[in-house]
């Protein structure tokens, strides 16, 4: 019995996910899109206030790029994960903040206005931050380090990746937001939703396309991914708190921290591991679960007294 587990489990490194060139071109744009979208709704004065607060911006760059990553790498060791399942692991650990994290905030009562400028401030950072932290942790190990070898990934191909998809739409969304107020405010509550809809689409119908292979090994990632965006959560909360931050700065950094852009985890999957079986099943459930957390997460603590403001 035991023997036939670790087949499956060796199984799923080798398992690729059907996607095909076409998906994977509306999957770049429909992440664009929603880092344009994003970007829209984001202020120069944005900047400007995060940097009249440096304790915050160095919790929430020490949370997101350095202990995140450091962590996780952590429990890869303590875990022992197929090669496939740890590489995934570290690719969402190394990605910045998700966009879905500025509603979570919203909704928890946090600091929206700090989770929008801490997106921003990430997503410059993880134009360098995504591909060192993954290049660095994945070689770290030597079973994932085999796989990067196997395919020979290039960093600045990655870097390139990272900021077609994140830095260019975040500075052009910023431009037109400077130049063209109103114009921006109009496409940014247009856009929003529709690119957040049209991602979710793709990422379904992926899904949908490979439900027989997701079903097949999900159970392999479930509690891994259950724990490991718990493990994000915490660390966010848990700094915040270090950092002696308020209350509604603690669930900014908490949600800011545990909700990861699993989709630019998966789309860089796609892009250079041909959707690799492990890695890409745990940054799909990783992309489902963690708006499952995050609204769990986020309704306890709107329910939550002001008083302790």
Known sequence: MDQQCHNAMQEIDNVQINFDANGLLLLNVALALVMFGVALGITINDFKNLFKQPKIILAGILSQFFLLPLLTFGLVILLEPEPSIALGMIMVAACPGGNISNFMTHLAKGNTALSISLTACATFFALFMTPFNFQFYGNLYEPTSNILKTINLDFLELVKVVILILGIPLICGMYIRF??????????????????????????????????????????????????NFLALSLGYAIARLFKLSLRDQKTLAIETGIQNSGLGLLLIFTFFNGLGGMAILAAFWGIWHIISGLLIATYWSKQTLEKY
Do not use: C
């Open 179 to 228: 130049t063209q107020e109103k114009i921006a405010l109009r496409l940014s509550k247009l856009l929003k939703p529709i690119s957040i809809v049209v991602f979710l689409i793709i990422v379904v119908v992926a899904l949908l396309n490979n439900m027989d292979i997701f079903f097949e090994y999900i159970h392999y990632v479930f509690f891994i991914v259950l724990g490991h």
